[in-house]
């Protein structure tokens, strides 16, 4: 009896833990498999094939699809004579750091012939973000959408829409965009800007030869369309918009936001920005153009081009079999605000807040652990012996954080960092402040040198950061939109001219401010952010303007282990590339 008793028992047992486990599984999402082929594929734009680094010989390259709470394993096995390595950007990599991407920070890159997979589960992160390279200029055509759809029957905190379309931004270069900055690298001078901006891969019908190659929108009358728009362009800030409709903001850097409604959205590199499109309720006897075009406030020159798609209307079926179905409806422009705007670019910025509600909270750091104050710009370095370089002077335009212009390590800082082994790879003395002052938004000093180095902040395991970023008027006053890896921050204040530490911080936002992975530092102006140091590893933050960061404007965080096993990196997977 006793038994039969005890078999009941552990049968029981073993039923009630296969269900648990299965109730586990349920909410644990699922493992998503994906296969990124890079391979060279000829593609024309603007009248001229050539031969382009893709993901599967697409571009932009495939969308990747996920819950919140699934696993990815994707495998990019690289075809191609340039190392590789990919980002998934604004992903959190909660301990999977190995899997974050940027080249020589957190993994040496796919050699030729070689492959890597890239192995982690997105936790507690819904929304849009994308997928780029993250080593040279490989980006210009390395990219693709990620979405991020909430756990299943968890809605939207808006309305549903009746469609989902990824709009994706991109940059083209008639040239080998690999020459380009090679070059740029040797000569020290400013690489060519390129020659026509895209609407998921296409340049639209207001440049030259490309009529055929513009992308269209059709939608339907009455209907809502979520537009997800993504900044994937190298060098420029973006302004959107669409003709005569209006768009509601709901989320940016896959984070709901409280909706507000605009006619223009401005998007930097590396950011993401979900809107609502409301179809207006008759098909209107009209198409209409949605345009990008950039928002620039930097001394050098930059792509003055306007990228353009189509927006327009399924038309009644009755409609279309009258003579209206061969007349050509009108095409009507959306106005943008001109190249420099930034009163614009700063009231659209200040509108994104947090929804900070119950459901979800803004987790905003109320105290402070570790301050610091970093001067973003644009420096020189001397030109080495015997060489002519191109910047002023016979110097080679530079980019720092703190005058330290970043050099790039021949081992990944993570591996360094993780085998206890940093001696001759890099040092921990990255400066908290820059290393004199002066009037950072006025006469620069009259010595404009940067410092070079390989140089990192260490922080303690959930240490509380703020940080103020400023920019500085070397060479000249730029926005810059600065990308954090690993962590997404809120933005709890920002203004223009010098950072005032006594007056400023009694003004931040600790209750809505926006919660992101990359922020524009405003021209001749300061951003303060703050972010909660969880998450152990090697953390790259730089301009996500790639000829900032190819000059120098990027460093690393290194966050140490917690004492708990669930606050320390894992060790590498076995099939980590080698350098």
């Not at 009231?347 to 807040?353: E, L």
Request: aromatic share 10%.
């Amino acid at each position: 009896m006793g038994s039969a008793f005890l078999r009941i028992l552990v049968t029981a047992l073993c039923a009630l833990w296969v269900f648990s486990e299965l109730v586990v599984a349920k909410h644990a999402g699922i493992t998503r498999h994906y296969k990124f082929d890079i391979k060279m594929q000829n593609v024309t734009r603007l009248c001229r094939t050539k031969s382009i680094v893709t993901v599967n010989g697409q571009i932009p390259g495939p969308r990747i699809i996920a819950r919140e709470g699934d696993r990815l394993l994707i495998k990019v096995v690289n075809h191609v004579q340039y190392n590789v390595t990919l980002h998934w950007h604004g992903i959190r990599q909660l301990r999977s750091g190995w899997a974050d991407g940027p080249a020589y920070v957190t993994q040496c890159p796919i050699q030729t012939g070689q492959s890597y997979v890239y192995n982690f589960t997105v936790t507690g992160q819904r929304g849009t973000l994308f997928w780029h390279a993250h080593i040279s200029w490989l980006r210009a055509t390395l990219y693709g959408p990620i979405v991020i759809l909430p756990k299943k029957g968890v809605p939207y905190p808006f309305p549903q829409p009746h469609k989902e379309v990824p709009i994706i931004f991109g940059e083209w270069w008639k040239a080998d965009t690999e020459k380009i900055i090679s070059q740029a690298s040797q000569t020290g001078g400013a690489p060519n800007i390129s020659d026509a901006y895209t609407i998921n891969g296409h340049p639209g019908l207001l440049y030259n030869c490309s009529a055929k190659d513009t992308f269209k929108l059709k939608v339907k009358p009455g209907r809502t369309y979520l537009l997800r728009l993504i900044n994937a362009a190298l060098n420029d800030e973006l302004f959107f918009s669409i003709a005569n409709h209006s768009l509601t903001v709901v989320e940016a850097d896959a984070v709901y936001v409280k909706p507000f409604k605009t006619h223009i959205v401005l998007i930097t590199p590396g950011q993401t920005t979900n809107v609502l499109l409301m179809a207006k309720a008759k098909a209107p006897n009209s198409t209409f153009l949605m345009a990008a075009r950039p928002y620039a406030t930097g001394p050098g020159s930059f792509d003055n081009t306007t990228t353009a798609g189509i927006l327009e209307y399924d038309q009644h079926p009755s409609a279309t079999n009258s003579k209206s179905k061969n007349k050509k409806l009108p095409l009507l422009k959306p106005s943008l605000p001109v190249f420099n705007d930034t009163t614009f670019a700063t009231k659209f910025v200040t509108k994104i807040r947090s929804l900070a509600n119950a459901r979800f909270p803004a987790k905003v750091p109320k105290k402070v652990d570790r301050r610091f104050f970093f001067t973003i710009g644009l420096g020189l370095l001397p030109c080495s012996q015997n060489k002519t370089c191109q910047g002023p002077n016979n110097t080679m335009l530079a980019a720092s954080v703190n005058n330290v212009s970043f050099v790039q390590p021949n081992i990944a800082l993570l591996q360094s960092h993780f085998l206890n082994r940093s001696k001759g790879v890099y040092t921990t003395d990255f400066p908290t402040n820059p290393p004199f002052k002066f009037n950072y938004t006025g006469t620069p000093p009259s010595n404009i040198m940067t410092a070079k180095g390989t140089k990192v902040v260490v922080l303690p395991f959930n240490a509380s950061v703020e940080l103020v970023m400023q920019d500085t008027s070397i060479i000249g006053a730029e926005s810059h939109p600065l990308h954090l890896h690993g962590f997404n921050f809120f933005v709890v204040g920002q203004g223009f001219g010098n950072f005032d530490p006594k007056k400023d911080p009694v003004k931040f936002n600790l209750v809505d401010p926006a919660e992101r992975n990359t922020v524009g530092v405003p021209s001749g102006g300061w951003v303060a952010i703050r972010f909660l140091a969880d998450n152990p590893g090697v953390w790259f933050m730089h301009c996500h303007l790639e000829v900032h960061t190819s000059w120098g404007l990027k460093m690393a965080w290194v966050v140490n282990d917690g004492k708990r096993p669930s606050q320390k990196l894992p060790p590498p997977p076995s099939d980590l590339p080698k350098c």
